[in-house]
């Protein structure tokens, strides 16, 4: 069965940056990889899960939550069937899980990677 799985999260200085990366595992095309719409979300300790960035399938204008837009940057690179998020300027109200949801026929989550901000 087709699996995501995050990676790219760790330990940083406020002001500086990371790049998630959600790689597809398993069976897929590069077609099918192409037609999944691709989400980042965040959950923080005591907090809901919030929606960070997202992008339709087959491509489209981006959508940032207000509290990151400017310093964030959705992508995919359908060849390596992978998604990406691009974490400039971070700040400690960033620190929390970061998961990918790629959405086809069904929605798919990653197991999360974990990303602090932290002087």
């Known amino acids: 069965q087709v699996r995501f799985v995050e990676s790219g999260g760790g330990l940083v200085q406020p002001g500086g940056s990371l790049r998630l990366s959600c790689a597809a595992s398993g069976v897929i095309s590069r077609f099918t990889f192409s037609i999944f719409g691709v989400s980042w979300y965040r959950q923080a300790p005591g907090k809901e899960r919030e929606l960070v960035a997202a992008i339709p399938r087959g491509g489209g204008t981006t959508n940032y939550a207000d509290s990151v837009k400017g310093r964030f940057t959705i992508s995919r690179d359908n060849a390596k069937n992978t998604a990406y998020l691009q974490m400039n300027s971070l700040k400690p109200e960033d620190t929390a899980v970061y998961y990918c949801?790629?959405?086809?026929?069904?929605?798919?989550w990653g197991q999360g990677t974990q990303v602090t901000v932290s002087s």
């Open positions: 949801k790629m959405t086809g026929s069904r929605d798919y």
